[in-house]
């Protein structure tokens, strides 16, 4: 098979970061699909803005997979719009209490996942900023 995705070595950060993404992919969608199904009248905000955090985490895998062979403009447009979700949620959920009875991946930054949400896609746009200078070198 000739797909350069498949033959593409991956480096060390990108690995964690694919690792990261599908994990949280995994734990926000099964959270907030458990959530919507039953328990949904406690608090539909927090639970829907998880399923978004799941959709964008999975959006966000592919993207930095895409990146890792020069294909990164995808990946710049995720992590930006992922960071000012976690920013955005974060901050709601602090000044606008009662939207949110019941936590979302994205509250309070990301508090109950050890700020990992916050953290996650600095860190991804830290390794694009690489990725795009090796690709503009080599």
Do not use: C
Request: glycine share 10%; aromatic share 14%; net charge neutral.
């Amino acid at each position: 098979m000739s797909d350069a995705t498949s033959t593409t070595p991956r480096s060390g950060p990108h690995q964690v970061l694919l690792a990261f993404y599908a994990l949280f992919t995994l734990a926000a969608g099964a959270r907030s699909l458990v959530q919507l199904t039953t328990q949904y009248d406690e608090a539909p905000v927090a639970y829907w803005l998880s399923l978004a955090a799941a959709v964008t985490y999975a959006l966000g895998w592919y993207a930095i997979r895409e990146a890792s062979v020069g294909r990164t403009g995808f990946a710049s447009v995720m992590l930006w719009i992922e960071l000012g979700g976690v920013l955005t949620v974060g901050t709601l959920s602090l000044a606008v209490r009662e939207w949110f009875p019941d936590a979302s991946v994205w509250s309070d930054y990301g508090i109950g996942y050890g700020f990992v949400p916050a953290v996650l896609p600095i860190a991804g746009l830290i390794w694009l900023r690489r990725q795009q200078r090796s690709h503009a070198v080599g």
